[in-house]
């Protein structure tokens, strides 16, 4: 016969043993998504909570580095929606998701504050104005935005003249706001951004022959207690609505 004391002890442990991995009802899809998915993202879960009435969802948004760190930690997301692929396949390599799904392909822009008067199309050129005096970028440590504006910067071989120049934000989005409040006259960000900003700011797309693609890439992972909940969503987002919602932001889109 078991001692009572020790039947208190295990009953104990039991209560404080974790979660339970049945979600709690009305627990909603947790999606961690890339800062340059702010609106587009926004626009397609409209659309997605009107398909699945009886689902809740709810997105929150930051840097594709800091998402990868946080979810390897243990954060607790069902989705990640990276804006680089390889943050996606080392979590696949890791054991830590499903295997990824190509969603979108971003496109950075060049964009100038209206108020500078200048042609966003004179790229390079353009940022080596003394009327430029900071230049925001996303950080390139953990943003892929902040890569490819890195990258293009040298294809236009002007890095080393403006490096001084540059701000960087936590995420694509944070760059923008750098904008947005007049801390940078110019700024290399997400096409997507640009867009829903285009009554301040000027803009014009970068060649994608200027820096790496951004391959921008899901998964659904393994922790999830909202599985069947994550595969609606991951088939609503690659189909016809969540791939119209995209390219009217100014994505591209993987071939289906």
Same mark, same amino acid.
């Given at each position: $016969?078991?001692?009572?004391?020790?039947? #208190?002890?295990?009953?104990?442990?039991?209560?404080? %043993?974790?979660?339970?991995? @049945?979600?709690?009802?009305?627990?909603?899809?947790?999606? #961690? =998504? +890339?800062?340059?998915?702010?609106?587009?993202?926004?626009? /397609? *879960?409209?659309?997605?909570?009107?398909?699945?009435?009886?689902?809740?969802?709810?997105?929150?948004?930051?840097?594709?580095? !800091?998402?990868?760190?946080?979810?390897?930690?243990?954060?607790?997301?069902?989705?990640?929606l990276?804006?680089?692929?390889?943050?996606?396949?080392? *979590?696949?390599?890791?054991g830590?998701?499903?295997?990824?799904?190509?969603?979108?392909?971003?496109?950075?822009?060049?964009?100038?504050?209206?108020?500078?008067?200048?042609?966003?199309?004179?790229?390079?050129?353009?940022?080596?104005?003394?009327t430029?005096?900071?230049?925001?970028?996303? !950080?390139?440590?953990? #943003?892929?935005?902040?890569?490819?504006?890195?990258?293009?910067?040298?294809?236009w071989?002007?890095?080393?003249?403006?490096?001084?120049?540059?701000?960087?934000?936590? %995420?694509?989005?944070q760059? /923008?706001?750098? $904008?947005?409040?007049?801390? +940078?006259? #110019?700024?290399?960000?997400?096409?997507?951004? =640009?867009? &829903?900003? =285009?009554?301040?700011? &000027?803009? +014009?797309?970068v060649?994608?022959?200027?820096?790496?693609?951004?391959?921008?890439?899901?998964?659904i992972?393994?922790? @999830?207690?909202?599985?069947? &909940? =994550?595969?609606?969503?991951?088939?609503?987002l690659?189909?016809?609505?969540?791939? &119209?919602?995209?390219?009217?932001?100014?994505?591209?889109?993987?071939?289906?």
């Amino acid at each position: $016969m078991i001692p009572s004391a020790l039947l #208190a002890v295990l009953a104990a442990a039991l209560q404080t %043993s974790g979660p339970s991995p @049945t979600p709690a009802p009305g627990a909603p899809l947790r999606i #961690a =998504a +890339a800062s340059d998915l702010r609106f587009a993202l926004d626009e /397609v *879960l409209t659309g997605f909570r009107v398909a699945n009435p009886g689902l809740k969802v709810e997105a929150v948004y930051g840097s594709s580095g !800091n998402f990868f760190a946080q979810i390897r930690e243990g954060a607790p997301f069902d989705v990640f929606l990276s804006a680089d692929s390889e943050y996606a396949r080392r *979590l696949a390599g890791e054991g830590f998701c499903e295997t990824p799904f190509p969603y979108a392909i971003g496109r950075l822009a060049l964009v100038v504050r209206k108020e500078t008067g200048l042609d966003p199309k004179g790229f390079g050129d353009l940022l080596k104005s003394p009327t430029i005096r900071r230049i925001a970028i996303a !950080n390139p440590a953990h #943003a892929p935005y902040g890569r490819a504006a890195e990258a293009a910067l040298r294809t236009w071989r002007i890095y080393e003249a403006i490096s001084r120049k540059l701000v960087l934000g936590d %995420s694509v989005s944070q760059a /923008v706001q750098f $904008m947005d409040t007049g801390a +940078a006259q #110019a700024g290399l960000v997400a096409l997507s951004l =640009a867009r &829903a900003k =285009a009554k301040d700011l &000027a803009f +014009a797309e970068v060649p994608e022959s200027a820096h790496p693609p951004l391959d921008q890439t899901g998964v659904i992972l393994k922790r @999830t207690t909202s599985l069947e &909940a =994550a595969r609606l969503f991951q088939r609503y987002l690659t189909g016809a609505p969540g791939r &119209a919602v995209l390219s009217r932001h100014g994505f591209g889109l993987p071939k289906s």
